[in-house]
């Protein structure tokens, strides 16, 4: 049985991480930014991607 991703391909190709501008990848349950280090939640099909640093 094959396994529904939690996001699109088409939307994973287009988010960028809003700190560094760095592509995502889709890693377990979240993605992440190997150039700031950063985790990204997915809840429900949708990505919170937000910087949230003051």
Do not use: H, N
């Not at 049985?1 to 560094?20: A, G, R």
């Amino acid at each position: 049985m094959k396994e529904t991703p939690l996001i699109s391909e088409d939307l994973l190709k287009i988010l960028v991480c809003p700190k560094s501008g760095g592509s995502l990848k889709l890693e377990s349950d979240r993605l992440v930014c190997k150039e700031s280090s950063t985790y990204y939640a997915i809840q429900d099909g949708i990505p919170f991607v937000l910087d949230e640093s003051p």
